[in-house]
């Protein structure tokens, strides 16, 4: 099945940084999810988006919905040591089924 | 609220004994329900997903099978395992009405010896 591309696959950061990472699809969605994986643990949703432009947030955590539909992204603002895990994104296109497609992940590793 | 109950949360298996593992949903009807495949703690891999009561749509042709026997109940079965099956298992749910909006199991961790 697709797969998106979800960078970076790794991070590295001190505590009380800025995180950014994206996915980007090359077909259009209507939903994009955010998830946060620990180890072990089975994924846990951060954000829903249902709407191009759309910019949700969630804490420290913001998301926003591509213009074009093809892309997201997750912010995490002044990280902290539990915010280390791996976050997934997941698009779904309502006109082709009730599959959801999963990005490859990036790790975040959070230093105190 | 909903939940979702995965059992076993680990499981060790010789290569060629069967499988059954075991999905339910509580507080929803007719939900969406999937099994997923995770290797290597990236890369979710859809196996199954079934829309209702009997109806399982497979993703993947490979030594698994599913049944979904009651309205939130999902089970992932095996005759004979490999040890390529070994991985973590995760079901997942949506709801019917809605579907753009998945929430996952707490996981199996199937090791193939």
């Known amino acids: 099945g697709q797969q998106l591309n979800q960078s970076p696959q790794s991070m590295f950061i001190q505590e009380g940084e800025d995180v950014s990472m994206n996915c980007t699809s090359s077909?259009?969605?209507?939903?994009w999810l955010w998830y946060k994986q620990d180890p072990g643990e089975g994924p846990v949703l951060l954000i829903a988006?249902?709407?191009?432009?759309e910019l949700t947030s969630n804490g420290r955590l913001t998301a926003q919905f591509g213009i074009t539909r093809k892309d997201s992204f997750l912010n995490i603002s002044a990280s902290i040591p539990s915010d280390v895990g791996i976050y997934f994104c997941a698009g779904r296109n309502k006109n082709t089924g009730n599959q959801f497609y999963f990005g490859t992940g990036t790790s975040l590793t959070v230093i105190p | 609220s909903q939940t979702i109950h995965q059992w076993p949360a680990t499981l060790v298996q010789p290569v060629g004994s069967p499988l059954s593992l075991e999905c339910t949903v509580e507080g929803t009807s007719n939900p969406n329900l999937y099994w997923y495949r995770q290797a290597a703690g990236r890369g979710l891999q859809l196996l199954f997903y079934s829309v209702g009561i009997g109806q399982i749509s497979s993703e993947v042709p490979q030594n698994l099978s599913a049944s979904r026997p009651q309205d939130r109940q999902f089970i992932l079965s095996s005759k004979k395992l490999l040890l390529s099956d070994s991985g973590f298992y995760l079901c997942a749910w949506t709801r019917r009405a809605l579907p753009d909006t998945q929430y996952f199991g707490p996981g199996t961790r199937l090791t193939v010896l």
């Open positions: 988006l249902y709407k191009a432009g």
């Open positions: 077909s259009i969605f209507n939903t």
